[in-house]
Structures are given as C-alpha cells and as structure tokens.
C-alpha cells in the first residue's frame, strides 16, 4: 500500500520567510495529493491539492510541486505570516484507494 | 449547507463502556470516512464508506471496533467496550465521489476513556 513520508516534522521561520515541506511516496499510481492545514484544536482544511497531470499549482502565497520520477512534492509557502502557524499535513491516494497521510509538519512562524 | 456534523464533541467515558460516534457527511456527497488522530499515530484512516458501502475498514483496530452507514446521511462509529488507548479525536469527514475529491472534515469528537 501507499506510504507518505514527511520532512520536517518542526519548521521555525521568522515573519515574511518562506516555508518548504516535502514529501515522498511511495505508490507510482497515485495521482492526487492534496495539503491539509490543521490549527490548533480545529479540524484539518484543504489549502490546496495537485494532480498528477501538472507539475506545480499556485494559490497566491502557497505553491505545490510534484515530481512524478522521483516520487516526491512539496509544499511552498511565501512571505509567511503568524496566522500561517499550524500543522500542514500532505497525503497521496489513487482512485478509490483510501488517502494515506504524512505524519505531518509543525509550523511556526515568528512575528 | 451546514458541513459535516458531528456528535458528540467531547465524550468522557470509563473503561468498559460502550461509545457511539455520529456524523452527519455534506448533503449530496457519496463517500464518508472515519479518522483517528492522537500524537503517537497522527492522523489515520480507520474506515471508508462509498455509496454507503464499505471499500476500505483496514484501519480499523480491532473487533471492538464498528462502523455503520444506514443510509447516506448518517454513520456511526461504536467502540465496545472501550479501552483507555481508544483516547483520541475522532474525525469523519466526506467527499462528493471518492477520497480522491476533496475531503470535508467535521469538528471531531474528543474521546476520553478513562
């Protein structure tokens, strides 16, 4: 089945930064990898998802990556700002095969 | 449309006891999950449901273990009898077809088993 690796598991940037997290998966099918942002005590949200069929989509500051060949994606976020502090999560799935999470990264951004 | 609701939000229970979980998916979507979220784990899939059928119950611990879904508006999540490991926070969460469509998540319950 889909293993999801995720690196780092804690990211302190100061405000304005920017943020990098990567994952690695394992399951070449898999085609949907969407990056979920959980504040404290709240429920996970989607912030944005790529498909296998482009290599990188932007929402104005966050930025998504893929690399097919190599198996791995990573999230970007720009000019960081202390409400961007949260858990970020991404996760990787095929079709109707269950969404298998990384272990998540802690993210601190400091005013 | 109000989200994926969830009930209870905080369950305090003793060991032994029998817990059941209720959720409510979005109006209209056609797959529901169940997720379990503690520190140790992180954030797992225990069951999915899709057209209110199970596809995927892998995740699902062990046979104190049940989830039900009557029909497409409602699910429910039954440990019996519950163990003080059982403690975490409960999410379900749907989607409009698949777990490839982007999953809503509800509040989550916060389960202590005491």
């Known amino acids: 089945g889909e293993n999801v690796e995720q690196h780092p598991s804690t990211l302190s940037v100061q405000e304005g930064d920017s943020a990098v997290i990567k994952c690695t998966y394992s399951?070449?099918?898999?085609?949907?990898f969407p990056w979920y942002k959980q504040e404290l005590g709240k429920r996970p949200q989607l912030i944005i998802d790529i498909r296998s069929n482009v290599g990188e989509k932007k929402d104005q500051r966050i930025a998504v990556t893929l690399n097919k060949t190599a198996k791995h994606f990573s999230l970007h976020i720009t000019e960081t700002q202390p409400e961007d502090s949260a858990v970020y999560f991404c996760a990787a799935s095929r079709g109707f095969q269950k969404l298998v999470f990384g272990t998540g990264t802690r993210l601190l951004v400091s005013p | 449309d109000a989200g994926v609701i969830q009930s209870p939000r905080h369950e305090v229970t003793e060991m032994g006891q029998e817990v059941t979980l209720r959720c409510k998916p979005i109006s209209g979507h056609n797959s529901l999950f169940w997720y379990r979220q503690t520190m140790m784990r992180g954030l797992e899939l225990l069951i999915y449901?899709?057209?209110?059928?199970?596809?995927?119950d892998s995740g699902m611990p062990e046979d104190r273990f049940s989830a039900k879904m009557p029909n497409a508006s409602f699910s429910t999540l039954k440990i019996q009898p519950s163990e003080p490991r059982d403690s975490a926070v409960y999410f379900c969460?749907?989607?409009?077809?698949?777990?490839?469509?982007?999953?809503?998540f509800g509040p989550g319950t916060r389960l202590t088993v005491l």
């Open positions: 399951d070449s099918a898999s085609n949907y």
């Open positions: 449901f899709n057209n209110n059928v199970p596809i995927d």
């Open positions: 969460a749907s989607s409009f077809r698949e777990s490839t469509d982007t999953q809503y």
